[in-house]
């Protein structure tokens, strides 16, 4: 039996994902992190929920990013995985058959019939991985697991060690760098609860739609920069619209995504037509397709669009 972080695994897992993982300094201070979050990923981010963030990854404990679709729970955890490990972290997006051997490791048929069960023909998956260089993992949609792979997760975190029993192997945190995040969407009725256990060992983020003003710098980093000039009236007509749609009994309420790329449909949609600037009418045009996702949602979201806009919606 090799030592631990014997050469074999540590090997593969270099050859297979250390070419994905982009290196950098850490950004381990929340007042620093909170400008690299606007300047380098086009985030606005409150310090106070950075500095919750660090604060839990120096205890050890994992974060949970809970709220509504759209709220930025994903981009925000993946960006502050990456600014404290200094590297990029892996995405685990879950689903009801997850279990250990799709994030931890498995062996590859063809190969452990020839050379047998051990290090050889292990293939080291995204867990593991993480572990090995020492980076983060954004656990997306939690829900969606099971309860076993839950308290699989919370032990890795726990003890910050994965143990390999088929190749008696325990492999531990090399550094500070692995640090596990949580997105989750109570709302969604489709999805598992989280046992007591789980919420227990997490610390809890919640995640809402911005407030306005928040919401137009938001839109106001991302709009795009080569194209058309974005009125102020046209910010305030978006801003109205998806306000009200999320006050309304939508099954799909729009959420900042959603704010963003009607800008940019707008935009894109004045550059066809030869303008310079964005018009209600291009706004108008891009409406239905962005905002209505579901067929039950059309006639809310028509209804919204023409009022706001005093326009007939087609």
């Not at 090799?2 to 270099?14: A, H, K, T, Y």
């Not at 076993?148 to 531990?172: M, T």
């Not at 809890?204 to 739609?209: G, I, L």
Request: charged share 30%; aromatic share 6%; glycine share 8%.
């Amino acid at each position: 039996m090799q030592e631990e972080g014997g050469d074999v695994i540590e090997r593969r897992v270099r050859e297979i994902y250390g070419g994905l993982l982009e290196s950098g300094e850490p950004v381990r201070e929340p007042g620093r992190a909170v400008e690299v979050l606007k300047d380098r990923f086009n985030l606005v981010v409150e310090r106070r929920l950075v500095t919750i963030v660090y604060a839990s990854f120096m205890n050890g404990r994992p974060v949970l990013f809970e709220g509504p679709p759209g709220t930025g729970k994903t981009e925000v955890g993946e960006a502050l995985l990456e600014l404290w490990a200094g590297k990029k972290p892996f995405v685990l997006p879950c689903s009801e058959n997850y279990d250990e051997y799709k994030v931890i490791g498995d062996f590859h048929p063809a190969m452990a019939m020839a050379k047998g069960f051990n290090e050889e023909s292990f293939i080291p998956r995204p867990l593991l991985a993480a572990l090995i260089l020492d980076t983060g993992v954004l656990v997306d949609e939690i829900r969606r697991s099971n309860e076993d792979f839950q308290n699989l997760l919370l032990d890795i975190a726990d003890k910050r060690r994965i143990i390999v029993p088929e190749l008696r192997r325990v492999f531990r945190a090399r550094g500070p760098g692995y640090q596990l995040i949580f997105t989750s969407n109570p709302e969604d009725i489709a999805q598992n609860e989280l046992s007591d256990a789980f919420l227990r060992r997490v610390v809890r983020v919640r995640f809402d739609y911005p407030p306005r003003e928040v919401e137009e710098r938001i839109i106001a980093l991302r709009a795009s920069r080569e194209g058309p000039e974005l009125g102020g009236e046209v910010r305030h007509v978006i801003l109205e619209i998806v306000s009200r749609l999320r006050r309304e009994g939508l099954v799909h309420k729009p959420g900042v995504a959603e704010s963003v790329l009607l800008v940019r449909m707008a935009q894109s949609i004045a550059r066809l037509k030869g303008r310079r600037r964005v018009t209600l009418e291009d706004v108008a045009e891009a409406a239905m397709s962005v905002l209505a996702k579901r067929v039950e949602d059309e006639d809310a979201v028509k209804a919204v669009v023409g009022e706001v806009l005093r326009v007939e919606v087609l």
